[in-house]
């Protein structure tokens, strides 16, 4: 079955980076929304990429297979993601549940040390905004604030913004002009880009 632990694979490692200068940990950051978002939270959990990424931006983000099963409008997408052609029955077993899970980026959730930037669309069908929440959730539960001297609060390694009736794109002008500047201006401040 393919995962996207494997579809990862392919990806350059930060052991690459001799042999492709093009990849610069300083610069690199990810961007991906629904399947995108599922190997960009991949990637940002993965021991032999996450080097190679200052960021990540996770737009209505797939995290956890088996809780997007039952919530979602194309359950048998997770079932193709968490086990390829494989056939199956209703209802999933225990055991077919927790092979879900382990094929779910929120199953290695403790290696992500980049921050992130989660986009979510409250009325989401297609991947619920639970997924997103969990997301964030998992990471701050795992990865206190910074401490930033003079600060009042300490600051946030991970963000999200979420948009009150907004669905699976987020295509609302209004909504979808301000999740893409957002986005954009989140990962120029956390690569240091100077704004001109």
Same mark, same amino acid.
């Given at each position: 079955?393919?995962?996207?632990?494997?579809?990862?694979?392919?990806?350059?490692?930060?052991?690459? %980076?001799?042999?492709?200068?093009?990849?610069?940990?300083?610069?690199?950051?990810?961007?991906?929304?629904?399947?995108?978002?599922?190997?960009?939270?991949?990637?940002?959990?993965?021991?032999?990429?996450?080097?190679?990424?200052?960021?990540?931006?996770?737009?209505?983000?797939?995290?956890d297979?088996?809780?997007?099963?039952?919530a979602?409008?194309?359950?048998?997408?997770?079932?193709?993601?968490?086990?390829?052609?494989? %056939?199956?029955?209703?209802?999933?077993?225990?055991?077919?549940?927790?092979?879900?899970?382990?094929?779910?980026?929120?199953?290695?959730?403790?290696?992500?040390?980049?921050?992130?930037?989660?986009?979510?669309?409250?009325?989401?069908?297609?991947?619920?905004?639970?997924?997103?929440?969990?997301?964030?959730?998992?990471?701050?539960?795992?990865?206190p604030?910074?401490?930033?001297?003079?600060?009042?609060?300490?600051?946030?390694l991970?963000?999200?913004?979420?948009?009150?009736?907004?669905?699976h $794109?987020? $295509?609302?002008?209004?909504?979808?002009?301000?999740?893409?500047?957002? $986005?954009?201006?989140?990962?120029?401040a956390?690569?240091?880009?100077?704004?001109?």
């Amino acid at each position: 079955a393919g995962t996207g632990r494997e579809a990862t694979a392919a990806f350059p490692t930060a052991a690459d %980076s001799e042999q492709f200068p093009i990849l610069d940990p300083a610069r690199g950051a990810l961007f991906g929304g629904s399947h995108g978002g599922f190997l960009t939270a991949w990637l940002l959990a993965s021991p032999k990429h996450k080097a190679l990424f200052r960021a990540g931006v996770l737009w209505n983000p797939v995290v956890d297979l088996p809780a997007m099963l039952a919530a979602t409008d194309i359950p048998e997408w997770c079932i193709a993601e968490g086990f390829g052609g494989a %056939s199956f029955e209703w209802p999933l077993t225990p055991a077919q549940h927790a092979t879900l899970y382990a094929r779910s980026p929120i199953s290695s959730v403790d290696e992500v040390t980049a921050p992130t930037l989660t986009l979510i669309g409250a009325a989401d069908m297609r991947v619920p905004p639970s997924q997103g929440r969990e997301w964030l959730a998992a990471l701050e539960s795992r990865q206190p604030r910074p401490k930033v001297p003079g600060a009042a609060e300490p600051a946030t390694l991970h963000d999200a913004l979420e948009y009150e009736g907004e669905g699976h $794109a987020i $295509a609302g002008a209004e909504a979808n002009a301000h999740a893409v500047q957002s $986005a954009v201006a989140w990962l120029l401040a956390k690569l240091e880009v100077p704004m001109q």
